[in-house]
């Protein structure tokens, strides 16, 4: 199947700070990629869509200008979580089609972000 | 509102002792359903799509089936690597590529 890294995969911050997260597809392009947080035993709750070259579009309930996404390349995508909170603890994993047109998700390893 | 239920939320295994784990839904128009497993502190592994009621698909010890309202992940013969939480996705044709994920079911195999 197709891969999709993150980086890093575990992060610990302060209160107050700003936090980057990496997602790369490695093996080929996606236009679209999503990014989703997990909470300890539940599932996953899809927070925005990243799309290359346009704004991306969040979920209802999601902080546009707390959880900022860049799509800047076909095998890049960020998430930053500005000014992060203790509440913003959590797993925040990406995904991508592997192929334009195809419906099947992969998914990265995800972060474990830790916010003190 | 598109809905995806899961069931049971956790399940106890012997290794060897066969199952099934229930995925519900109720969409408008269902474009895909999808299987993950996913292991503690790691990200979703893909394992099955399903896109119309009768298919199935088959995987090792893995076997999916998809009716008009549910999908069955049957487990022949698991054994203890099969232990991991098993999720349910749905994608619907309204909404493109988005996924709305069940709540998942623990799977746990004793040796």
């Known amino acids: 199947g197709a891969v999709v890294s993150q980086h890093p995969s575990r992060v610990i911050c302060k209160s107050g700070t700003s936090v980057k997260i990496e997602c790369r597809s490695l093996d080929f392009q996606a236009t679209t990629m999503f990014w989703y947080r997990q909470f300890p035993k539940q599932s996953l709750m899809l927070m925005a869509t990243?799309?290359?070259?346009?704004?991306?579009?969040?979920e209802q309930g999601v902080e546009k200008d707390k959880f900022l996404i860049n799509h800047a390349s076909l095998t890049l995508s960020t998430l930053t979580v500005t000014s992060a909170h203790p509440e913003d603890s959590s797993f925040y994993i990406c995904?991508?089609?592997?192929?334009?047109?195809?419906?099947?998700?992969?998914f990265g390893p995800g972060t474990r972000l830790t916010v003190l | 509102e598109d809905q995806v239920t899961q069931s049971p939320e956790a399940l106890r295994l012997q290794e060897g002792e066969s199952s099934s784990l229930n995925c519900s839904y109720t969409?408008?128009?269902?474009?895909?359903l999808f299987w993950y497993r996913q292991d503690p502190g790691k990200g979703p592994e893909f394992l099955f799509t399903?896109?119309?009621a009768g298919e199935e698909k088959e995987k090792e010890r893995l076997k999916a089936t998809l009716t008009k309202k549910e999908s069955f992940l049957h487990i022949t013969a698991p054994k203890p690597e099969d232990s991991a939480t098993y999720l349910c996705?749905?994608?619907?044709?309204?909404?493109?590529?988005?996924?709305?994920f069940g709540e998942g079911t623990q799977l746990t195999v004793n040796p």
């Open positions: 969409v408008s128009g269902l474009r895909g």
């Open positions: 995904s991508a089609p592997a192929a334009s047109g195809t419906d099947t998700q992969y």
């Open positions: 990243s799309n290359e070259g346009s704004k991306a579009t969040y």
């Open positions: 399903l896109y119309s």
């Open positions: 996705a749905v994608q619907v044709r309204t909404s493109g590529s988005r996924l709305t």
